[in-house]
């Protein structure tokens, strides 16, 4: 079981910066890959970035790449880790809620390779 906790959304306005973090709760041995995805209203979840568990291996989408950056930080016991997506250059059609995600299998980009979630946190970009 792992538990997902975002937190660092909120209102700004266009071409700002913004932080997303994760915060993991998972047993101590769990090796897992975390990603970052987005849901505007009426859209589909959309695949943002993800990282490797040791943090060695990333893969953006190519409609953010060199804007976003996501990295992770493990506890040393791995039982509480932190993913992070640091936002630069933000547009109004950034505007979605974020999600971070867990899982052990690939492709990343896919939806269905993750088993846990966060509840999201909504950002907005004003222009």
């Known amino acids: 079981q792992v538990l997902l906790v975002e937190s660092g959304g909120g209102l700004v306005q266009a071409g700002a910066s913004l932080i997303l973090s994760c915060a993991a709760s998972a047993p101590t041995l769990s090796t897992y890959a975390m990603s970052w995805f987005c849901q505007a209203p009426g859209k589909q979840r959309e695949f943002l970035a993800a990282?490797?568990?040791?943090?060695?291996?990333?893969?953006?989408?190519?409609s953010v790449k060199g804007r976003f950056t996501i990295s992770r930080d493990n506890a040393r016991d791995n039982a509480n880790n932190t993913v992070y997506l640091q936002m630069n250059s933000l547009k109004p059609e950034d505007t979605a809620v974020y999600y971070c995600?867990?899982?052990?299998?690939?492709?990343?980009?896919?939806?269905?390779?993750?088993?846990?979630w966060g509840q999201g946190t909504q950002v907005t970009v004003s222009s």
């Open positions: 990282i490797s568990w040791s943090g060695g291996r990333f893969y953006y989408t190519d």
């Open positions: 995600a867990a899982g052990w299998t690939t492709p990343w980009a896919l939806a269905e390779s993750y088993d846990y």
